[in-house]
């Protein structure tokens, strides 16, 4: 019996994920922007989810440190269904440093009690 049940909640939750947001490339580059000493890059999002419309952009090295970047917005909202394109500008000499490019959903307080799980998809520049 609480073996159906764990198989249960796992195929749920598993079913819910399916559903999460597009973050592409994989494998994104860096490459020179039109600024001296400052690299750019293109990252698409998708939202699957009718329940999010935000979602947060970070970049972190290889211990999960968080690497300053430039962007018109940290936090995007993307409707659902939507697809947006995103430029993540930074400084050429931190490019080494950069293992994961993540978008990540934010649930809003007044709807937390209705969107229970949160996603959030890397992408690994190695």
Known sequence: MLRTLI???VTLLAAKTSFAHEWTPTYPKFEASFVEGIAVTQMNIFNRRE??????????????NPIPFATRSKIVEVKYLEQKNIEIYI????CDDIEYICSRSKILKKDSAQA??????CSRLR
């Open 116 to 121: 229970g799980i949160n996603s959030r998809i």
């Open 7 to 9: 198989v249960l909640a």
């Open 91 to 94: 400084r050429e000499k931190d």
């Open 51 to 64: 329940d999010i419309s935000f979602y947060e952009i970070d970049i972190y090295d290889a211990d999960w």
